[in-house]
């Protein structure tokens, strides 16, 4: 098989780690596999670069920064080869050019455009262990540019998919994909299994393990990711097509604290209300989650929508100003979250939603706002009730089992 291994900042984080990934490297190399393997930079060093870039500067989205922030991730590849190299394993450290990854021109946040595998391809015929630094690419031009925070997951799963790998693990140092965080729950279970859908819809689970545009770019690719600790031999969570799954109804619960609700009474029921408001907020760059209007009663109807809680305030001062009417009253809470249940098995099973209403209301727990998707019921609920949320879906959907 041809294996992509890519191990995050904790698994490297100092050079026993190192050393440790280099004996899994190995061990996995010597069940005849092939290798590719794709590091991040040491845990803290990104964000200390990143700190150096402040004390001069402001504007961080820069070619300059680029050039220092690949600097991370070139140290741990080269690290790791010479490990490798010396305990007789022969491994080649490629930089984001010389694996053939090439960007766009937007320092800090560049996206992938194509990847030219002919130098990792070579290296891998003959017998090498190619490592590549993670989160970089090169411009047309021959700028160095990074993918964003976070960004080694996209390289490997980029990388996989320009090499036709059989599948790309991710090491981090939790075990898996869990059925709800295990801080708030600690009897959920890890899954063997989920759909990249799903494993989207949880991303805001609160255990970061994947960072979201990996996951989309697996989606596009078909590639199969697994991610797992490299603290352990446990055996982690495939992350697959959604024809892959069984009929697990429910995968998880998810809890988005970071939510703040604000509700216009009294809003013009007309044509182009709506337009206005959400075309001021896109403008900002505010970015809006659930939206909720009903039929309007008289002439008037009440709007309502959730944002990041840091944007609540900007998000005021726009409908203060976008908001003419007097009659309109806008109101705020920034005490809220969002819990959500997540599965592709809601597609074809009824009672789901229903279950979640009667779980919350048994719990006294009041529900201000709902929104569905296809795999997917959210509701907004009073802060100081989210955990307890969690902890009674959980339950009621069998996850503890
Ligand atoms: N080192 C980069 C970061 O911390 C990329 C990564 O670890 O994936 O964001
Ligand atoms: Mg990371």
């Known amino acids: ?43 803290g060093v990104t964000n200390r670069l990143v700190e150096y870039g402040e004390y ?11 050039m220092m922030l690949s600097a991370g991730e070139r140290v741990t590849s080269a690290l790791l080869a010479l490990a490798l190299n010396a ?3 022969p491994a080649v450290a490629f930089s984001g050019r010389q694996a053939g990854i090439v960007t766009d021109t937007m320092h800090t946040k560049a996206r992938i455009i194509f990847i030219d595998p002919t130098n990792m391809n070579k290296a891998i015929k003959e017998g090498k262990i190619v490592v590549v630094a993670g ?3 090169i411009t047309e031009e021959g700028d160095i540019t990074t993918l964003g925070r976070g960004g080694s997951d996209l390289s490997a799963v980029a990388i996989a998919g320009a090499i036709n790998a059989d599948t790309c693990e991710i090491y981090t ?27 989207l819809e949880l991303a805001s689970m609160g255990a970061k393990v994947l960072q ?19 603290f352990n031999n446990n055996q982690g969570t495939l992350i697959t ?21 604000i509700t216009i009474r009294g809003v013009d029921d007309r044509p182009g209300v709506a337009a206005e408001i959400f075309s001021s907020l896109a403008q900002k760059e505010i970015n809006v989650d659930m939206i909720v209007q009903n039929i309007g009663i008289d002439g008037a109807t009440n709007l309502g929508f959730t944002i990041p ?12 100003s976008v908001i003419s009417n007097p009659k309109c009253v806008i109101e705020s809470d920034n005490e809220v979250v969002k819990v959500s249940i997540v599965g592709v098995g809601m597609k074809s099973h009824s009672g789901i939603a229903s279950l979640a209403f009667r779980t919350l209301a048994a719990e006294g727990i009041n529900i201000q706002m709902i929104s569905t998707s296809e795999i997917k019921i959210s509701m907004i609920v009073a802060e100081k009730y989210g955990e307890l949320a969690v902890r009674a879906l959980h339950k009621a959907y069998n996850l503890d089992k």
């Open 173 to 199: 140092d939790v075990d898996g994909v869990y059925t709800t965080d295990p801080r708030i729950e600690p009897k959920a279970k890890k899954l063997d299994k989920i759909s990249y859908e799903e494993m």
């Open 1 to 43: 098989m041809l294996i992509v291994q890519k191990y995050g900042g904790t698994s490297v984080g100092t050079l026993e780690r190192i050393e440790a990934v280099a004996e899994r490297v190995i061990k996995t190399k010597n069940e005849g596999h092939d290798l590719v393997v794709v590091v991040s930079a040491m845990s």
């Open 135 to 137: 989160f970089q690419g």
């Open 212 to 230: 979201n545009r990996s996951v989309e770019l697996a989606k596009k690719l078909k590639v199969n990711l697994v991610t797992r600790s490299s």
């Open 87 to 89: 305990k007789g394993y």
């Open 309 to 320: 809680q840091n944007e609540m305030e900007p998000a005021l001062e726009i409908m203060r």
């Open 241 to 261: 097509g959604e024809e892959n799954m069984e009929d697990a109804v429910i995968s998880g619960i998810a809890l988005d604290r970071n939510q703040a609700r």
């Open 56 to 66: 001069f500067t402001k504007d961080l989205n820069t070619r300059e920064m680029d």
